[in-house]
C-alpha cells in the first residue's frame, strides 16, 4: 500500500508540445503529493506539489492535476521546452507513521528541438 | 549556502568491505533520508531520521547501518558490501517532514559499485 506507480517509462516530446506524466497510488492516507525534477548527475528537486483539497495546481508551465476518487494524479508540462529534458518523479507522503516520501520509478523525458 | 553535502562522489568497494557515506546539511533541517536510486525503481528509503538520536527503518534497510549524533550529520554504513548494494545513494533533509511546499534537499550523490 505505500507503492506510488507511475507511467511511461520514457517520453519523447517535440519542443511546443505537451508532456503528460501519469502516478497512481493505493494508500488512501497518503495526502502531499510533489513532483520531483532531476537532472543527469544531480540529486532531484522539488518541481510542484498539491495536496488533496484540490484538483489542479498551476506554476507557470507546470500543473498538476490530482483526481482524488481514481487515486491518480499527472503532471503537464505545457510548451515543452529542450531544458526540460529530464527525470520526473512522482511522490507521496501522509502525515503519520513513516514520514517520508515514496517516489514513483521516474519517467525520463526528451524534448526535441 | 552549501545545503546538503555527500561525501565521497564516487567509490569501489570489493565485496566484504566496509565504508560509510557521509552527508552534511547546513540548513538546520530536523529530518533527514537516506534513498537509494536503481536504474528504472526510482528512489527507495533506507533509513531515515526525524531529529538527533532518533532514526527509523525505510523500505530497503538490509545491509545498512545509520547514527544521528548532531542535526548536521546523517552517516550510512556499509558493513558488509554486496553486489547487489551498487547504486546511487542520496542523502536528504527537509524542514518539516517532506511536507512543507520547501519539499526535499537533495545532495549531489554518491555512486558506489561493488565488485
Known amino acids: 500500500q505505500q507503492q506510488v506507480k507511475q507511467s511511461p517509462q520514457s517520453l519523447i516530446v517535440q519542443k511546443g508540445g505537451i508532456s503528460i506524466i501519469n502516478c497512481a497510488y493505493e494508500n488512501t492516507a497518503f495526502d502531499y503529493f510533489p513532483w520531483y525534477q532531476q537532472f543527469p548527475g544531480k540529486g532531484p528537486a522539488l518541481l510542484i506539489a498539491?495536496?488533496?483539497?484540490?484538483s489542479e495546481k498551476k506554476e507557470g508551465r507546470f500543473t498538476i492535476s490530482f483526481n482524488k476518487s481514481a487515486k491518480q494524479f499527472s503532471l503537464h508540462i505545457m510548451d515543452s521546452q529542450p531544458g526540460d529534458s529530464a527525470t520526473y518523479f512522482c511522490a507521496a507522503s501522509m502525515d503519520t507513521g513513516r514520514r517520508a516520501l515514496t517516489f514513483g520509478s521516474g519517467t525520463r523525458l526528451q524534448v526535441q528541438p | 549556502n552549501a545545503g546538503v553535502t555527500q561525501t565521497p562522489k564516487f567509490r569501489i568497494l570489493k565485496i566484504g568491505q566496509s565504508m560509510t557515506l557521509q552527508c552534511t546539511q547546513d540548513m538546520n533541517h530536523n529530518y533527514m533520508y537516506w534513498y537509494r536510486q536503481d536504474p528504472g525503481m526510482g528512489l527507495k528509503l533506507i533509513y531515515y531520521?526525524?531529529?538527533?538520536?532518533?532514526?527509523d527503518k525505510g523500505e530497503v534497510p538490509n545491509g545498512y547501518n545509520v547514527s544521528r549524533s548532531t542535526t548536521e550529520d546523517f552517516p550510512l554504513r556499509l558493513e558488509l558490501a554486496a553486489p547487489s548494494q551498487t547504486s546511487v545513494y542520496f542523502c536528504?533533509?527537509?524542514?518539516?517532514?517532506?511536507?512543507?511546499?520547501?519539499?526535499?534537499?537533495f545532495g549531489s550523490g554518491t555512486r558506489l559499485t561493488v565488485v
Open positions: 531520521s526525524v531529529g538527533a538520536g532518533i532514526t
Open positions: 536528504a533533509s527537509s524542514y518539516r517532514a517532506a511536507r512543507s511546499d520547501y519539499g526535499y534537499t
Open positions: 498539491i495536496r488533496p483539497d484540490v
